[in-house]
C-alpha cells in the first residue's frame, strides 16, 4: 500500500485525535485503573531524586496522573483529548486531588505551555509512539528539555521495532503502521540516541505489556544543563 506522505501527515494526526476523543468517550477507563509499570518505577525514581513537581504527556484519562498524586507530586497532565482532560479531572475531584493535579488540554505538535525549567521532571507513558513524526519528536523532547530543571529527569516509554504489530497494517512512513484505525510509531536504540540530544542517556529497559504482549522500551534520560 502507498505510504502516507509528508502532506497528508497532519490530517493523520487529526484524524487520530477524533479517534481518541470517540475511544474514551466509550470506555470511561480504556487502559484500566491502576497505574503502570513505567510510572510505578518512574515514582521510586522521583522520590529517590526529589522530583516533586512533575509534568505528564499524554495523560490519556488519568491512571498514571492519580498515582503520581497520591504518591505526593504535583503534576501538570496534558493531553490533547478534552474528553480526556474531563475525566482526569473529575477524578481528581471526586479523590480529593485537585490541588496536587492541573490537566491541560494541549496539542503537543505546539510549542509547551510552560515556562523555561519549571518541573523537576516529565513522564510519558506511550506518547511518543503516537502518530507523530521524527521531526515532530525531536521538537518535542527539546521542548521538554526546555522546561525541566537542571538535571531534570525525562522519562518516557515506546513501542518497539520488535512489537508483533510492527510492519504490519497500513504504512504510514516513519516508521508507523495503522492497526484497527490507531497509528504506532515503532521505535529501534538508534531512534532513542537521535531524540537524546542535551540529554545524558541514563538507561533503556526492555519490558512487555499487555496481552500480545506489546514489546516496550523503558527510557531515562536526564537533561545535561
Known amino acids: 500500500m502507498k505510504e502516507t506522505g509528508p ?43 526529589n522530583k516533586i513537581k512533575i509534568l505528564e ?25 478534552n474528553i480526556g482532560i474531563r475525566a482526569i479531572t473529575r477524578k481528581a475531584q471526586s479523590l480529593n486531588l485537585s490541588n496536587s493535579i492541573i490537566p491541560i488540554c494541549h496539542d503537543l505538535r ?30 518535542l523532547s527539546e521542548e521538554v528539555r526546555r522546561v525541566l530543571k537542571p538535571k531534570g529527569l525525562n522519562v518516557y516509554t515506546v513501542r518497539t521495532t520488535t512489537d508483533h504489530h510492527f510492519g504490519k497494517g497500513i504504512p504510514r512512513g516513519d516508521d508507523m503502521y495503522e492497526n484497527d484505525r490507531f497509528i504506532v510509531h515503532f ?27 506489546r514489546k516496550l522500551l523503558l527510557v531515562t534520560l536526564r537533561k545535561e544543563k
Not at 503502570?36 to 529517590?48: G, H, I, M, T
Not at 531524540?195 to 519490558?207: K, N, P, R, T, V
Open 7 to 49: 502532506d497528508e501527515v497532519e490530517n493523520v494526526s487529526d484524524a487520530q485525535h477524533e479517534l481518541w476523543e470517540e475511544s474514551f468517550s466509550e470506555m470511561s477507563n480504556m487502559f484500566g485503573e491502576e497505574p503502570s509499570y513505567p510510572a510505578r518505577q518512574a515514582a521510586d525514581l522521583f522520590k529517590k531524586e
Open 57 to 81: 504527556l499524554g495523560g490519556g484519562q488519568g491512571r498514571d496522573t492519580l498515582f503520581f498524586a497520591q504518591s505526593g507530586f504535583r503534576v501538570h497532565v496534558v493531553d490533547y483529548s
Open 110 to 139: 505546539e510549542p509547551l505551555p510552560f515556562g523555561d525549567e519549571s518541573f523537576d521532571a516529565c513522564y510519558s507513558h506511550m506518547l511518543y509512539s503516537m502518530a507523530l513524526t521524527t521531526l515532530q519528536l525531536e521538537s
Open 187 to 213: 521505535f529501534n536504540k538508534e531512534k532513542v540516541q537521535r531524540l537524546a540530544q542535551g540529554y545524558q542517556i541514563i538507561s533503556i529497559d526492555e519490558f512487555e505489556e499487555g496481552e500480545l504482549p
